[in-house]
């Protein structure tokens, strides 16, 4: 099992910047994926980006937020970041992380096998 742990949410204005933190814990040499996804009041849950690493490490945004958000890992600390800047109201929503094998469809909620409790995330206008 893996266990993982979301912080860093809270209320800030738009254009402004949060970091999000996913810490990991229990059997992480199973996971070579993390992603981040959202999901905002009555949508479905949507795909952020990847970070992924077998051999050299992979990373892919969705459109909505290239440019604006920068994913890295820690190896020493097990932990994902999810660095967010240039933050618009549209942004609002509770960020999820979740782990699980390399897949080609790191974009489908279903190719992950452990997901974190979610933090909120408001931008106000």
């Known amino acids: 099992q893996v266990q993982l742990v979301e912080s860093g949410g809270g209320l800030v204005q738009a254009a402004g910047s949060l970091r999000l933190s996913c810490s990991a814990s229990?059997?992480?040499?199973?996971?070579?994926?993390v992603g981040w996804f959202r999901q905002a009041p009555g949508k479905e849950r949507e795909f952020v980006s990847v970070?992924?690493?077998?051999?050299?490490?992979?990373?892919a945004y969705a459109d909505s937020v290239k440019g604006r958000f920068t994913t890295t890992r820690d190896n020493d600390n097990n932990t994902v970041y999810l660095q967010m800047n240039s933050l618009k109201p549209e942004d609002t929503a509770v960020y999820y992380c979740?782990?699980?094998?390399?897949?080609?469809?790191?974009?489908?909620?279903?190719?992950?096998?452990?997901w974190g409790q979610g933090t909120q995330v408001t931008v106000s206008s």
């Open positions: 970070i992924r690493w077998s051999g050299s490490i992979y990373y």
């Open positions: 979740a782990a699980g094998s390399v897949s080609a469809r790191y974009y489908l909620t279903q190719e992950y096998d452990y």
């Open positions: 229990g059997r992480t040499f199973s996971c070579y994926q």
